[in-house]
């Protein structure tokens, strides 16, 4: 004979909706901090580039058209596409799978420059 499997109902406040943004905000803040400032500025001037180009992309592309070399982390990845995005210069476009054969094509997020941005940049 076989049973449905039973849930508990979740303890009252051990639910935070809020813990994972937090969780991901103190992540890519540490991350950040720890980045090398030689790699962060590469890939900074990599990720510029590529939102020039005005084509969507992602990290693994920044490897793979040579721009930019793999970090010695890949908690590095985020918090410098989230610093361009924040400073205009690209913005998040939709998910695909990764090319990356190290994540073996996990989702990931995709990119473009935003038309400012390349409107500015041809200037």
Known sequence: ????????EPVQGAVNPD??????VDGMALAEANTPTAWADACAAAIEEMARR???FQAADLIA???LGEPDSP???GPAFLRAAAAGVIEARGYAKSKRAT???SICRT????AAYRAGSAA
């Open 54 to 56: 005005g084509a969507e």
């Open 103 to 105: 994540v073996h094509s």
């Open 75 to 77: 908690n590095r990845w």
């Open 1 to 8: 004979m076989t049973q449905q499997l039973q849930f508990s």
């Open 19 to 24: 813990a994972g943004e937090t969780a991901k």
């Open 111 to 114: 990119w473009q420059g935003t």
């Open 65 to 67: 058209e040579q721009l």
